[in-house]
């Protein structure tokens, strides 16, 4: 299990505040929502930093879909960067996207032949770690009509769907709740809020 803290919670019905450890097996696939400079690219920079002082890259890997603003370039020179793609480099982010979908299926095949279901199985079996993965898609609303925007949906489903499973988890960043189309955001478990613009968002 990969964890870093996060931040500090507040709970103040309990007139308390705690430590808030982001735990990536825990929390699972992750959206964060917020409107335009309120801290969405920060938090994400923030948590990914803080995994990548804990964790060496063979025990954590990033790939980073950047689409809003280059936010993520601080991250792009960590070790444990893979790559760090924008919108408008089409045909590196069409490999990037094979890339992804080609390791969600070579791990399946990996684990099959040990007769593990699951990443947590492989481990127990062979004794052996293999490095959790994190697709980060920062901006998704910028994909907007976007020609690519259907393949990158599509290999966010494979991500949701199977990637628990293999070790492998997504964390997006959008303006608002209703901006991820409703069969990807029904996959995703863990929602963080920031201010919103719009009340109806806060889910």
Same mark, same amino acid.
């Given at each position: 299990?990969?964890?870093?803290?996060?931040?500090?919670?507040?709970?103040?019905?309990? !007139?308390?505040?705690?430590?808030?450890?982001?735990?990536?097996?825990?929390?699972?696939?992750?959206?964060?929502?917020?409107?335009?400079?309120?801290?969405?690219?920060? &938090?994400? @920079?923030?948590?990914?930093?803080?995994?990548? !002082?804990?964790? @060496?890259?063979? =025990?954590?890997? /990033?790939?980073?879909?950047?689409?809003?603003?280059?936010?993520?370039?601080?991250?792009?020179?960590?070790?444990?960067?893979?790559? %760090?793609?924008?919108?408008?480099?089409?045909?590196? /982010?069409?490999?990037? &996207?094979?890339?992804?979908?080609?390791?969600?299926?070579? %791990?399946?095949?990996?684990?099959?032949?040990?007769?593990?279901?699951?990443?947590?199985?492989? =481990?127990? #079996?062979?004794? @052996? #770690?293999?490095? #959790?993965?994190?697709?980060?898609?920062?901006?998704?609303? $910028?994909?907007?009509?976007?020609? &690519?925007?259907?393949?990158?949906?599509? *290999?966010?489903?494979?991500?949701? %769907?199977?990637?628990? $499973?293999?070790?492998?988890? *997504?964390?997006? @960043?959008?303006?608002?709740?209703?901006?991820?189309?409703? #069969?990807?955001?029904?996959?995703?478990?863990? %929602?963080?809020?920031?201010?919103?613009?719009?009340?109806?968002?806060?889910?």
């Amino acid at each position: 299990s990969l964890n870093t803290p996060l931040g500090i919670l507040d709970i103040p019905w309990k !007139q308390q505040q705690h430590p808030f450890m982001f735990d990536v097996d825990h929390q699972s696939h992750t959206a964060v929502f917020g409107a335009s400079g309120y801290g969405k690219t920060m &938090l994400v @920079t923030t948590l990914l930093l803080g995994l990548s !002082q804990r964790y @060496t890259p063979d =025990e954590l890997r /990033l790939m980073l879909f950047d689409f809003s603003h280059n936010g993520l370039l601080p991250l792009q020179g960590l070790p444990h960067t893979a790559d %760090r793609i924008g919108l408008d480099e089409v045909e590196k /982010l069409r490999k990037a &996207l094979h890339r992804v979908s080609e390791t969600i299926e070579n %791990r399946n095949a990996i684990f099959k032949k040990q007769g593990a279901a699951s990443l947590e199985q492989y =481990e127990q #079996r062979t004794g @052996t #770690r293999m490095p #959790r993965l994190i697709v980060v898609v920062d901006g998704y609303d $910028a994909l907007g009509q976007d020609t &690519l925007h259907d393949d990158i949906d599509g *290999l966010l489903t494979s991500v949701l %769907r199977e990637g628990a $499973a293999v070790g492998m988890y *997504l964390i997006v @960043t959008a303006h608002r709740v209703h901006a991820i189309r409703s #069969r990807l955001l029904a996959n995703i478990p863990t %929602r963080i809020a920031l201010y919103l613009n719009d009340d109806y968002d806060v889910q």
